[in-house]
């Protein structure tokens, strides 16, 4: 794929029918995906995780992985994922933590 590698945290709610967040009102994550610019990064997240049963609420701080390398605003698991999203064009995401119902979470 020639299209570059964006980090970008996104927040979700569950849709109807969707448990896997139990009783949490929704779930913030930091997510991996290769996209020629931002519209079609956040395409292409909401895509993925509306078939994963989420609405995407919001798409915040996407900012290309190439410069978080350099500044060193990454995690441990990201190199490596961010090489297997440059190759297959899948996402990759971490640790979806969770708010409950009514809770505005900036974090």
């Known amino acids: 794929m020639s299209d570059t590698v964006w980090k970008t945290r996104v ?3 569950p849709r109807p029918g969707n448990a896997d967040l139990g009783d949490a009102g929704g779930a913030y994550t930091n997510v991996l995906v290769a ?3 931002v519209p079609e990064l956040e395409e292409h997240i909401r895509a993925h995780f509306l078939d994963m049963g989420y609405d ?6 996407p ?3 190439e410069n978080c390398l350099a500044t060193g605003e990454y ?3 990201m190199p ?5 999203v440059a190759e297959t ?3 990759a995401w971490d640790t979806m933590y969770t708010y409950p119902i009514g809770d ?4």
């Open 89 to 91: 064009g899948e996402l």
């Open 56 to 61: 995407v609420m919001e798409v915040a701080e």
């Open 35 to 37: 996209a020629a610019d």
């Open 63 to 65: 900012l290309q992985f």
């Open 104 to 107: 505005d979470s900036d974090e």
């Open 80 to 84: 490596e994922a961010a090489a297997r």
């Open 11 to 13: 927040d979700v709610i």
């Open 75 to 77: 995690a441990p698991w």
